[in-house]
């Protein structure tokens, strides 16, 4: 890190992955090393807790008018293993198939949908044009 910073210490590097990436020990190197991070989060209880009423809101809506719903939205979390907490960015969907929650967190500042789709969803278009 040390070599990229000195030959180009003005560019702004982000890290982004999906949650498989998503340990403590990579944040916290991003952190101490002001390099940015989106990365997918596990779905868990605790997680499921923060959105469950406006999963609830959004299944309301759906059957109401019938058409797909999406919101996405954030929140402070720390896992119980965590010492601090983090910015987590929550895409929800609700369809015809249910309910279809996804998790990221990251130490960006810039709008919770844009850091949503325009970066964190780009890793995954990136990778299908890998394979």
């Not at 992955?17 to 940015?36: I, P, T, Y």
């Not at 601090?84 to 990251?106: K, M, S």
């Not at 949908?113 to 890998?130: S, V």
Request: net charge positive; proline share 2%.
């Amino acid at each position: 890190m040390q070599r990229l910073r000195r030959q180009w210490p003005t560019v702004r590097i982000i890290v982004r992955g999906d949650s498989g990436f998503c340990r403590q020990r990579l944040l916290r190197w991003c952190e101490r090393n002001a390099v940015g991070y989106v990365i997918g989060l596990a779905r868990n209880a605790r997680l499921q807790a923060h959105v469950a009423y406006a999963e609830l809101m959004l299944a309301e809506e759906y059957a109401r008018t019938g058409a797909k719903q999406r919101l996405i939205g954030e929140f402070a979390y720390a896992a119980a293993s965590r010492e601090c907490e983090r910015r987590v960015i929550t895409r929800l969907e609700y369809g015809a198939q249910g309910t279809n929650p996804r998790f990221v967190v990251t130490n960006l500042e810039a709008d919770a949908a844009e850091l949503y789709d325009r970066l964190y969803c780009a890793r995954g278009e990136a990778e299908n044009r890998i394979e």
